[in-house]
């Protein structure tokens, strides 16, 4: 999800191997993730209690965060982190994730199949479901909340982003309450792309139907204020019943438990209100929770801060896996990037337990592929040159810099999106300085104007973060990888060797040994290559007061507001 704005792809999407659609569908995640942590662990249930003077639990819970939604909470759009995790607690999908895991189970559909052939899938949806404004939930809306996605299309919308548009050649009504997906190829990972916000329905009263080929953005809802009007979701634990914006950042976000929530029976949300305050920085942040004026402080508290609230008896840490990344890139339109030998050497002198160890203190571990650590397919590909100053200064040599010559480079980054960016940045810096043959300027910008820059190929040596869309090893090598070299990075980065790959990690879908020598080739082929650099994976933290339970941080790094519970003493 998952997730930074990505357009829309220009490649065949890469169909994971058969089995692992079989072993999801069995019930049974295929990530698997081990970790020794002294943190609290998670939990998703309320404490009982054997005695009859039973605990007394909080309506209220205040979440503080430095994060904020990018531009819209409309499945059409919403391709931020934020923006999604917004949906994904006043909204609801077919199938979810099982909290804690990567098993998807039923949520607004209660069961499902797919044909022989692979390129039908039917699912059986609830009854009795509707929207906050009382609007039915049925086949009808689920067919008019694709079909909107595929008229509007939105290039750096999800939808598009993950290539659903390409996938899903139509959605057919086969009953009141039953909805089928027709693919134009047999997509595995589709069950876990049914799960993405973007094949979320969306109430019909408050998102149009544009007409077709009204161009990106057309029809897409913008927050303006009005809460009732302005906000196509409806069918989740929360009503969203309170945004304050002021300058396209957030202040206020107030979430109230939906009576008509599919599963409020169930027991959920846990927490009748939720109000999330956004606060300017770490410290601010910090400082809050603290004092106490909120209960829960989720993204992004300094490494700093987590370490001391690990020793502060008032104070709980959370922790869990994590399949966030973060890496450089290179725009090749733009020298000396477009030289592999210069690309090599700045990947071979990078030592990323310098960024691990000294700006995350450990809560980061070194990544040395673009396919996170515990993924299947992934291995160590960048490992065999890392910190490697001497293959660094051999390279730079052959590509004519020297000490009195050097390589003079300037590294942008973001702020205010990622945690800890100054800190990666002077810690990048010195990496490369200590080759003796490269000069780093550091040059910093807000996330807007930032991701601006990228798109208008105006910065070369950069920065950038992923978040999961679904848990697929595709979705760590499609989105990078385009043919044309543009997609959401603009490295123009082009090789038929790796399309030829991609390509062929498709076509060996039903082959397991067959697609993992090309997911192994395809990671050889980044490290020889060097379109970008794996930096570090983090694992997912939260801050708490003791009183607050039901934290569940987990591979998604999906946030669960409808978990969270605290008492009152």
Avoid at 49 to 66: E, M, N, Q, R
Avoid at 162 to 191: C, H
Avoid at 295 to 310: I, K, N, P, S
Wanted: net charge negative.
């Amino acid at each position: 999800m998952s997730t930074e704005s990505k357009p829309k792809r220009n490649t065949s999407k890469i169909i994971a191997a058969i089995v692992l659609l079989v072993i999801i569908l069995a019930g049974a995640g295929y990530y698997y993730y081990s970790t020794t942590t002294s943190m609290t662990t998670s939990t998703t249930m309320m404490p009982t209690s054997a005695t009859s003077a039973a605990p007394l639990y909080k309506d209220t819970i205040v979440v503080g965060t430095t994060d904020s939604v990018m531009s819209t909470i409309d499945q059409a759009d919403a391709y931020d982190y934020f923006g999604e995790s917004v949906i994904q607690n006043i909204g609801a999908g077919l199938v979810d994730y099982r909290p804690g895991t990567s098993t998807i189970v039923p949520a607004l559909a209660t069961d499902w199949s797919t044909s022989p052939d692979g390129l039908t899938w039917t699912f059986n949806l609830r009854q009795g479901v509707k929207f906050a404004d009382g609007t039915p939930f049925n086949a009808t809306v689920e067919k008019y909340s694709i079909d909107r996605q595929m008229i509007i299309d939105e290039a750096e919308g999800p939808f598009a982003g993950i290539g659903l548009d390409l996938t899903i050649n139509r959605t057919v009504v086969s009953g009141p309450y039953q909805v089928q997906f027709v693919l134009n190829e047999p997509t595995p990972s589709f069950l876990a792309e049914v799960a993405f916000v973007p094949m979320w329905p969306v109430d019909p009263n408050v998102a149009p139907l544009p007409s077709y080929h009204c161009g990106d953005t057309c029809g897409v809802v913008n927050y303006t204020g009005n809460v009732a009007t302005e906000n196509p979701n409806g069918l989740g634990p929360y009503e969203l019943t309170n945004w304050v914006r002021t300058a396209g950042k957030d202040v206020e976000i107030d979430y109230t438990a939906n009576p008509n929530y599919w599963n409020a029976s169930g027991g959920y949300p846990k927490t009748k209100n939720i109000i999330i305050k956004f606060f300017t920085d770490a410290t601010s942040l910090n400082l809050a929770m603290q004092s106490g004026a909120i209960d829960v402080a989720y993204r992004q508290l300094a490494a700093t801060d987590y370490q001391a609230a690990e020793s502060n008896p008032n104070l709980k840490v959370w922790s869990g896996p994590g399949a966030f990344i973060q890496y450089l890139c290179f725009n090749e339109l733009i020298p000396p990037f477009n030289n592999t030998m210069v690309r090599r050497a700045i990947a071979a002198a990078i030592n990323r337990t310098l960024i691990t160890n000294t700006v995350f203190l450990g809560q980061a571990v070194p990544l040395y592929s673009m396919l996170p650590i515990g993924m299947i397919y992934h291995n160590d590909a960048f490992k065999a040159n890392s910190a490697n100053m001497t293959y660094a200064q051999t390279l730079l040599t052959s590509a004519g810099y020297s000490t009195s010559n050097p390589l003079k480079l300037t590294l942008d980054y973001p702020t205010g999106h990622y945690a800890s960016t100054d800190g990666i940045a002077a810690a990048l810096k010195e990496s490369l300085e200590a080759t003796g043959m490269i000069q780093v300027t550091l040059a910093a910008a807000p996330w807007p104007n930032y991701k601006a820059s990228v798109r208008a190929d105006q910065v070369g040596f950069f920065i950038y973060g992923w978040y999961p869309d679904y848990i697929y090893p595709n979705d760590y090598t499609v989105p990078f990888l385009p043919t044309d070299g543009v997609g959401f990075l603009h490295t123009h980065y082009m090789s038929a060797q790796m399309d030829s790959l991609l390509q062929k990690a498709a076509s060996d879908y039903n082959n397991p040994t067959a697609i993992a020598n090309d997911y192994a080739q395809i990671q050889d082929l980044e490290a020889t290559d060097v379109p970008m650099v794996p930096l570090f994976q983090s694992s997912t933290l939260c801050v708490s007061n003791t009183n607050v339970g039901g934290v569940v941080l987990d591979f998604t790094t999906i946030f669960r507001y409808y978990l969270l519970w605290e008492t009152t003493t």
